[in-house]
């Protein structure tokens, strides 16, 4: 390539933000060298010098690093010396012998912005006028190039060991991303060799991932651990004895290397990596987009690829994906011919439209059924959006299928031209339709939470005797009968007020967004707690008031609720018979009529069970005539 063309490409001549890192060779502190050493290896740095130099000046901070490697095994050499032997004897051609003389560099580029060239074509400019500098500069300085986006793609593919040949080169040259690099790899094989049975995922990410890295820049790894099989400890406990050892090893790692950059280690456990990823934690889902795996164990990967996909959702994340891959959609349909065109002018209004009905509340329709929800729902049912914009919908969707169908044999520019400006159009007004839906909830999400809390409340009072509990008094009671009681935990006092404060800031309509979410942050886990304490009374009431039974080989139950008991044959069956009957004042049964689970959950929600069973000698013959002469009544089952 001429030198004429290879300076158009340079964008500039030394990176001015960066202090290139020096060869540390010779490492200062060390015995004194033979002379004839000394020298060898101050020639070897002058030659390093004048490579990276004349590198940087030619392409200046498109260069990620220069390492030098380590030297190869002589034992691979002499078997790479036979191959090449066996190629020139075979081809004619001279082949050039590896020398253990040979001074192997890898030089990193970044090509996260380049536009103008595929990969390949990049790849090819950068290793060509690299080697040729190496050669240059001395006959044994044999330079490998290798593009950024490579070096991930192979962690991605699970190849590491270009990683490790990193992890143990000699930096002449760094932007940050090779020390970054060497102190994750040692750290990760140190925290491996002693928990590799507990580690699913070692992971680069922050700024160095995202292309906003400094010299000066934290070096942030997230690890994954498997908690799932955890027996001789809480899983709280084996987060925090493996965080505290795992910590202690990135300070190690550190001092090995003499890299000052803090390491900064974030360690979650499996369980609480899906919980945040369910939540959509805006910080695990920039980890998935950004990170690159060091070491993985088949978990990071997939998330990472259904993230890609739009398949975690309905999170909000998932729903910015849809609007994303309209808007994404819409810049590549002015380049595309007509089946191309097609799809993505379908796709950039029809993922909107989809994520405008899941922010509503509703799972996402299919693509034929998205117009007719579209317009029932926002059109007729909320009076949000004009019908022009849902027959521009319907018009794509129709001009899909004919083209689908081949009843449309082509697309013309002008029709094309015409879908384009539509969905112009429709994303607009569909972006607008996000802010209304989104201050609809908020004008309903924080009466919602209040009835939820109030109701939640009132039914745990239920519980506990107290029938009536009037709502200016729901605050003082759940301190009173709950919190004091040792029944809930003090810390949902704070919460509950949170709820009550938000709602009288509602009613004098001074509540904003944040304080919105705060109320929904504060009161999750105190609604979830409340729900489980229901739960778990109304089981155990239930469980007194159960009956259970054995004729034969089968088991049968029978639940005495207020005034109705429900009978249920064969319960180990899936397919069992449910009964039901009225409570005689003597304890008997009255006639027994047919009934179903459907009935049954009813009863359960609306009817009290009574506090102590009692076996009368009559219901205990209606058990004989129900299940036979030879019933048996099972105790503390």
């Known amino acids: 390539m001429a030198k004429k063309q290879t300076k ?34 101050k020639d070897l740095k002058v030659k390093l010098d004048k490579f990276k130099d004349q590198v940087l000046d030619k392409f200046g901070d498109y260069i990620v690093g220069i390492t030098l490697l380590p030297p190869e095994d002589p034992k691979i050499l002499e078997k790479r010396e036979e191959e090449l032997k066996q190629i020139e004897k075979q081809t004619g051609k001279k082949q050039v012998m590896p020398s253990k003389d040979d001074i192997n560099l890898l030089v990193v580029v970044d090509d996260t912005t380049s536009k103008k060239m595929t990969k390949d074509e990049l790849h090819q400019k950068f290793s060509t006028i690299i080697t040729k500098i190496g050669g240059e500069v001395d006959k044994h300085i044999k330079p490998q190039s290798i593009l950024l986006t490579d070096l991930w793609q192979n962690c991605y593919d699970a190849k590491y060991d270009l990683n490790k040949l990193i992890s143990m080169g000699a930096p002449i040259h760094d932007t940050g991303m090779l020390a970054a690099i060497k102190i994750s790899e040692i750290h990760k094989t140190m925290v491996l060799k002693k928990f590799e049975k507990y580690i699913l995922s070692y992971v680069l990410a922050g700024s160095l991932t995202q292309g906003r890295a400094t010299p000066t820049s934290d070096i942030d790894v997230w690890i994954v651990i498997d908690d799932t099989d955890v027996k001789k400890m809480t899983r709280l406990e084996l987060k925090d004895k493996l965080r505290a050892i795992i910590i202690g090893m990135g300070m190690e790692a550190g001092e090995m290397t003499g890299i000052k950059n803090k390491l900064n280690i974030q360690v979650y456990i499996l369980t609480d990596f899906w919980d945040s990823l369910k939540e959509a934690n805006p910080i695990i889902f920039t980890l998935l987009r950004d990170g690159v795996p060091f070491y993985d164990r088949g978990i990071f990967m997939p998330w990472k690829q259904l993230l890609r996909m739009g398949r975690i959702k309905p999170s909000r994340e998932a729903i910015d994906l849809f609007m994303n891959t309209g808007e994404q959609s819409l810049k590549r349909i002015k380049g595309k011919l007509k089946e191309m065109g097609m799809e993505d002018t379908y796709y950039s209004i029809l993922t909107p439209s989809q994520a405008a ?14 117009p007719e929800v579209l317009e029932k729902i926002f059109v007729k049912q909320e009076k949000m959006l004009e019908q022009e914009y849902v027959n521009i919908l319907k018009k794509n969707v129709q001009v899909r299928k004919e083209i689908e169908h081949g009843t449309m044999k082509e697309l013309s520019g002008k029709e094309l031209d015409t879908l384009v400006k539509n969905a112009e159009k429709f994303l607009k007004r569909i972006d607008k339709l996000f802010k209304q839906i989104e201050q609809m909830h908020n004008e309903k999400s924080i009466n919602l939470l209040y009835e939820e809390v109030v109701t939640l409340t009132r039914d745990v009072l239920k519980l506990e005797g107290i029938e009536k509990a009037q709502e200016s008094r729901i605050v003082e009671l759940f301190e009173e009968e709950l919190v004091s009681s040792g029944k809930i935990p003090a810390r949902f006092t704070r919460d509950i007020k949170g709820v009550f404060e938000a709602k009288k800031k509602f009613d004098a309509k001074k509540l904003d967004k944040t304080d919105i979410e705060n109320a929904r942050k504060s009161s999750s886990v105190m609604i979830k707690f409340l729900i489980e304490y229901i739960q778990r009374k109304r089981g155990q009431e239930m469980e007194r008031a159960k009956i259970r039974v054995k004729y034969g080989e089968k088991y049968g139950e029978v639940i005495l609720l207020d005034t109705q008991a429900f009978i249920m044959h064969n319960i180990d069956n899936k397919e069992q018979q449910i009964e039901k009957a009225e409570i005689q004042e003597d304890g008997s049964l009255g006639p027994i009529q047919k009934s179903n689970f459907k009935e049954l959950e009813k009863a359960l929600m609306e009817k009290k069970f009574p506090k102590r069973v009692f076996i009368k000698d009559a219901i205990f013959e209606d058990l004989k005539n129900i299940f036979g002469r030879d019933v048996e009544v099972l105790l503390h089952y």
């Open 357 to 370: 009905i899941m922010m509503y509340g509703l799972p996402p329709p299919t693509p034929r059924e998205t």
């Open 8 to 41: 158009t490409t340079k964008k500039t001549s030394k990176p001015k933000s960066i202090k290139p890192v020096d060869s540390n060779l010779p490492a200062p502190n060390v015995p004194k060298l033979p002379p004839e050493m000394e020298k060898k290896l």
